[in-house]
């Protein structure tokens, strides 16, 4: 059971197009991730945030522009994305960002099947 | 650099046991979780093991060895629900989560 919902589940969106992924979590959390998740490989860190601010970008592409307008809601808005592109994006939420041991736990989304034609 | 090994793929038979392993090598660490994901699911949290030993919840245990670098996820009694991928990460020094690419677990009746 996770308190953290994503929409749409899928997106088909050519190379030209802008579209948005939106995440929200229910469990009174403060902090958010978004992750990116490619076949057989680990899931990598795109952007973190915590009590609304973003305290971490990791390289990751300007096609890529997260939002987060309160602790419960995180977008990711996408514009002219490349077919390597392509992936599960997730969605995460913890109590607070990492440091203070178990409760710092990430919840996890079920995440959006993103294709770029 | 920072690592994390854990096999790509097992296969094991209903009502049996297996051992899923994990290695690490990290700048430092802080813990070290286990996640079990479902095809086109979220990735559900399994446990957190910060010191040596071995902690149990119901079917599933999980082990560290700190001094060893790694850690192992036991899973008793499989059921063809178990089927999943296990995903372990470790914190770094930094609070840096650290994931490993995942083992796919298949379960054969």
């Known amino acids: 059971e996770t308190g953290v919902t994503q929409t749409p589940r899928h997106l088909v969106m050519g190379m030209t197009n802008k579209k948005s992924l939106k995440c929200e979590q229910h469990?009174?959390?403060?902090?958010m991730y978004w992750y990116k998740q490619s076949a057989k490989k680990p899931l990598e860190l795109m952007f973190v945030?915590?009590?609304?601010?973003?305290?971490e970008n990791n390289s990751v592409p300007s096609r890529f522009s997260p939002e987060c307008p309160n602790s419960s809601h995180l977008f990711l808005h996408l514009h002219t994305l490349q077919p390597e592109d392509s992936a599960l994006y997730l969605c995460a939420s913890s109590q607070n960002l990492a440091g203070g041991g178990g409760s710092d736990t990430q919840y996890f989304g079920p995440g959006t099947r993103l294709t770029v034609l | 650099g920072q690592n994390i090994d854990q096999p790509t793929e097992m296969t094991a038979t209903e009502g049996a046991i297996v051992q899923i392993n994990c290695t690490y090598q990290?700048?430092?660490?802080?813990?070290l979780f286990w996640y079990q994901q479902h095809a086109g699911e979220a990735p559900t949290f399994l446990s957190y093991n910060v010191l040596d030993g071995l902690e149990e919840k119901g079917r599933f245990s999980s082990f560290l060895s700190r001094s060893k670098g790694y850690s192992y996820l036991l899973l008793k009694e499989l059921q063809m629900k178990d089927s999943a991928s296990y995903l372990c990460?470790?914190?770094?020094?930094?609070?840096?989560?650290?994931w490993g690419a995942g083992t796919k677990l298949i379960i054969k009746p």
């Open positions: 469990l009174g959390h403060n902090a």
């Open positions: 990290t700048s430092g660490f802080n813990g």
């Open positions: 945030y915590n009590f609304k601010e973003q305290t």
């Open positions: 990460a470790a914190w770094d020094s930094n609070y840096q989560l650290i």
